[in-house]
């Protein structure tokens, strides 16, 4: 089935430590991004990726890094640098035009122990 | 800048009543879309609607329905005969068109309704 897959579904981290979380989607879409989403707030752009090897910084980018080797494929890493890591991630991708709608992923619950 | 204000953070019915989220957005921009999305307890957002700023018909699927009118800035959804299945966060969002915006749909969110019908 067409989808995006995240994982892991929840994740424990260290203080101090850097940590990847994967996104996967075989919609063919161009365009992938990666939301924050805080208990009782809405979603805020960490980081977006329109074409392969390409990708900018969203509103919240400070302590996040992430690549695009692969059209498929959009990884999000969080460094030590992430002041308040502890937050609900979740992946999306798009065919890339503003007049089209964004799927997402189920989402990674990152917790910092 | 764009803006997204979901002045409702929390709604409780009781099952077959009627409710409307309200969603009141700022943009200078003269071609954008709105878009509303489910998030149910599992966490992945599910794609309601999407509008287009051009086309302000209101639109009815099944028990949900869409009022957009451009000159209050408002893009309200109603659902009508409420059940508990309904009960989950709902967010607006908002895209500018792609001449403004290079990236695609970077979606600009409210803070999110959470809706609580009870049986």
């Known amino acids: 089935d067409g989808g995006i897959t995240q994982s892991p579904k929840y994740l424990f981290r260290k203080e101090g430590q850097n940590v990847t979380l994967s996104c996967e989607q075989n919609?063919?879409?161009?365009?992938m991004y990666w939301y924050r989403q805080d208990p009782g707030q809405g979603l805020r752009l960490i980081y977006y990726?329109?074409?392969?090897?390409?990708?900018q910084k969203g509103d919240i980018a400070e302590g996040y890094s992430v690549s695009r080797e692969k059209k498929e494929s959009f990884p999000l890493t969080v460094t030590s640098a992430q002041k308040n890591p502890t937050a609900f991630y979740l992946c999306?991708?798009?065919?890339?035009?503003?007049?089209?709608?964004?799927?997402f992923g189920q989402g990674t619950r990152l917790t910092v122990v | 800048a764009q803006k997204v204000t979901q002045a409702q953070t929390e709604i409780s019915v009781v099952e077959k009543e009627d409710v409307t989220l309200d969603c009141v957005y700022e943009?200078?921009?003269?071609?954008?879309?709105l878009f509303w999305y489910k998030q149910p307890p599992s966490g992945e957002l599910v794609f309601l609607i999407r509008?287009?700023?051009?086309?302000?018909q209101n639109e009815i699927s099944g028990r949900y329905s869409w009022n957009f009118q451009k000159s209050t800035s408002s893009f309200n959804f109603t659902i009508t005969a409420s059940q508990v299945v309904d009960s989950a966060v709902y967010f607006c969002?908002?895209?500018?068109?792609?001449?403004?915006?290079?990236?695609?749909?970077?979606?600009?969110f409210g803070g999110g309704t959470r809706l609580m019908v009870k049986p």
């Open positions: 509008r287009n700023s051009f086309d302000e």
């Open positions: 919609l063919n879409h161009d365009a």
């Open positions: 943009t200078r921009d003269t071609t954008y879309y």
């Open positions: 999306a991708s798009s065919h890339g035009t503003a007049n089209t709608e964004a799927f």
């Open positions: 969002a908002l895209s500018e068109s792609f001449m403004n915006n290079n990236a695609g749909n970077m979606l600009t």
């Open positions: 990726s329109q074409i392969v090897n390409d990708f």
